[in-house]
């Protein structure tokens, strides 16, 4: 089994889209694939308990099945920071238990892609954070980076914090497809921040996400079968 852990410069950067869409090409390819949303607050409340929208997403795009709860064992309903949601919820976020559910996974799965929450120190309990349950996981990491004013330095800061932990950066991807139905206007200098974020992170650049992306296009957007294959 072979696994990538997702992650981004911030909240609403991207991740869901780009992990859905990766899972969807893989899967045209003939390989088998899940895909995982540890943890994630801003849930709906169902007949079958909280569900979330991006892990529901996941679930789609994958074709292996697997239990709600070990896609998405961590789900909280109000839309905030997931230390805070479990601390209301009377719930300790226990990394440990993400990698056993992880685990499970059916040994025939070819490819798992893990969907970090927010961006990447964002705290999942007192002492740890999205980094600490990427660093337990030890899956190489695909770096979403939200194109808008100031990625440049969310990018920079997030990589060498990547780097600082001695983890494998697989490589960055520049998002500019909208996010929860916000309407984009495609960044100023768009290219030039580009070529600036392309001279200063050691890890390549797998594909360019355009506004008007769909992921059944993704395998023109972003060379899988030269990085993540």
């Given at each position: ?9 911030d909240?609403d950067?991207?991740?869901t ?5 990766l ?8 390989y088998k694939t899940?895909g995982f949303?540890?943890v994630?607050?801003g849930c ?6 909280l569900r979330?929208e991006?892990?529901?997403?996941l679930i789609?795009a ?9 896609i998405n064992p961590y789900?909280f309903?109000p839309?905030?920071?997931p230390?805070?949601?479990a601390?209301q ?7 440990e238990s993400i990698?056993?559910?992880?685990h499970q ?7 798992v892609f893990?969907e ?6 964002v705290?999942?309990?007192?002492q740890?954070?999205v980094?600490?349950l990427?660093?337990l996981?030890?899956?190489p990491i ?10 440049i ?6 990589a060498?914090a990547m780097?600082q932990?001695?983890l494998?950066?697989?490589?960055w ?7 929860n139905n916000?309407?984009?206007k495609?960044?100023?200098c768009?290219?030039e921040?580009?070529q ?7 890890a390549?650049?797998?594909g360019?996400i355009p506004?008007?992306?769909e992921?059944?296009n993704f395998?023109q957007l972003?060379?899988?079968e030269k990085?993540?294959?």
């Amino acid at each position: 089994m072979k696994g990538f852990f997702i992650t981004a410069t911030d909240t609403d950067a991207g991740k869901t889209f780009i992990t859905a869409g990766l899972l969807q090409v893989l899967s045209r390819l003939g390989y088998k694939t899940l895909g995982f949303k540890p943890v994630a607050s801003g849930c709906v409340l169902t007949q079958q308990g909280l569900r979330n929208e991006d892990a529901l997403k996941l679930i789609n795009a994958a074709n292996t099945a697997l239990d709600y709860p070990l896609i998405n064992p961590y789900a909280f309903e109000p839309a905030i920071a997931p230390h805070i949601a479990a601390q209301q919820a009377g719930v300790t976020i226990d990394l440990e238990s993400i990698a056993a559910a992880i685990h499970q996974c059916p040994e025939d799965v070819d490819y798992v892609f893990i969907e970090g929450v927010g961006g990447w120190l964002v705290p999942l309990n007192a002492q740890q954070s999205v980094a600490d349950l990427a660093e337990l996981l030890a899956f190489p990491i695909i770096l979403v980076v939200n194109m808008r004013l100031g990625c440049i330095n969310q990018a920079l800061l997030t990589a060498q914090a990547m780097e600082q932990k001695g983890l494998t950066i697989t490589g960055w991807i520049a998002n500019q497809a909208p996010q929860n139905n916000t309407v984009y206007k495609e960044m100023d200098c768009l290219q030039e921040n580009i070529q600036s974020l392309q001279s200063r992170l050691s890890a390549p650049l797998l594909g360019i996400i355009p506004n008007n992306a769909e992921q059944k296009n993704f395998s023109q957007l972003i060379d899988v079968e030269k990085y993540i294959v």
